[in-house]
């Protein structure tokens, strides 16, 4: 059975810090691209950063940008999403995805297995 699964999430104060995990059971996180998207409420489900499996290329959204680090750990067949200086406006639902793609892109519609998504709130 093909899956991602992944961790962390729940509450975080402003200026803090978290780091989460996507895993990928039944297949290998070895090709393609691994993406971390978030949906805040009321808004689009947006790309918030990507990572080529292969080379480790990687994309961040302008907002997160020098705050979010993502990573790979192809003998754990993870991918980490590190955030700090966590803002309110990061509070969303927050999917990891993986796409057979040869290109980096933010857009959802190239990624084909989606995670389950876990809420995630930045508040005092």
């Known amino acids: 059975q093909l899956q991602l699964v992944e961790s962390g999430g729940g509450l975080v104060q402003p200026g803090g810090s978290l780091r989460r995990a996507c895993s990928a059971y039944?297949?290998?996180?070895?090709?393609?691209?691994i993406g971390w998207f978030r949906q805040a409420p009321g808004k689009e489900r947006e790309g918030v950063a990507c990572?080529?499996?292969?080379?480790?290329?990687?994309y961040y959204a302008d907002s997160v940008k020098g705050r979010f680090t993502i990573s790979r750990d192809t003998a754990k067949n993870t991918v980490w999403l590190q955030m700090n200086s966590l803002k309110p406006e990061d509070t969303g639902v927050y999917y990891c995805?993986?796409?057979?793609?040869?290109?980096?892109?933010?857009?959802?519609?190239?990624?084909?297995?989606w995670g389950q998504g876990t809420q995630f709130t930045v508040s005092s």
């Open positions: 995805a993986s796409g057979a793609i040869l290109g980096l892109t933010s857009s959802e519609y190239a990624y084909d297995y």
């Open positions: 039944g297949f290998p996180l070895e090709d393609g691209a």
């Open positions: 990572i080529m499996a292969s080379g480790g290329r990687t």
